[in-house]
């Protein structure tokens, strides 16, 4: 399918736009939540820098044209210029991207944090990591009769690309896309990929709820 991109000033004039006449900006998805770990081997300074083909809605710890922090293996990060701690670092922003929806999962509303559980698991998050993913989309899905969910990877890297320095021995980026249902419909079911932590790794989550 189709990618359809619009630049960061085109989106943030949809956005002036939206303010004075008190709409919704059209058929634009938020990335709703992406936070990255880090996990070196030992103790290191870590510069990230996000390329991405939207407009940057919030971020913490703030983002100057990239964050730098030191990085501990546990994930904790440290803000060298301030001595502040994080869990991870977050942003959120507004892009339109048209995202494959034809193979996914339909899942009961109910049942959405046990599958959760269930794939975030098999693709590679820790337990505290599937977690905080859970306990952020759970409300937003589990009312919902149905929920059609995708996972993805090229559309979404292809559009929020990572620049990590040091760069990291592997790279975890789960990015789920889902779209409520009133009743359940076939889709080809997805497949889903281990993934393998070696040496500095970095590992990323986040999710949209597709107009």
Do not use: H
Request: hydrophobic fraction near 40%; include cysteine; charge should be negative.
């Amino acid at each position: 399918m189709k990618k359809r991109i619009v630049s960061a000033t085109l989106v943030l004039a949809m956005l002036a736009c939206v303010c004075l006449m008190g709409c919704q900006p059209p058929e634009l998805d938020t990335y709703a939540k992406p936070v990255i770990y880090l996990y070196p081997e030992t103790p290191t300074d870590v510069r990230v820098e996000l390329e991405y083909n939207g407009a940057l809605t919030c971020t913490y710890p703030t983002y100057e044209n990239g964050w730098s922090v030191t990085a501990y293996p546990d994930g904790t990060l440290v803000d060298p210029a301030t001595g502040l701690e994080y869990s991870y670092l977050f942003w959120e922003g507004i892009a339109d991207v048209d995202y494959a929806m034809s193979r996914g999962f339909v899942v009961k509303g109910e049942d959405t944090a046990a599958f959760l559980r269930e794939k975030l698991s098999y693709m590679g998050l820790t337990a505290r990591e599937y977690n905080e993913f859970i306990v952020y989309w759970l409300p937003q899905m589990q009312e919902n009769a149905y929920n059609l969910i995708a996972f993805q990877t090229d559309a979404y890297t292809e559009n929020a690309k990572l620049i990590i320095t040091p760069q990291p021995d592997s790279m975890l980026r789960v990015f789920m896309t889902y779209q409520p249902l009133e009743e359940p419909i076939e889709v080809e079911e997805q497949t889903l990929t281990p993934f393998a932590r070696e040496g500095f790794c970095v590992v990323e989550w986040g999710g949209a709820k597709l107009n």
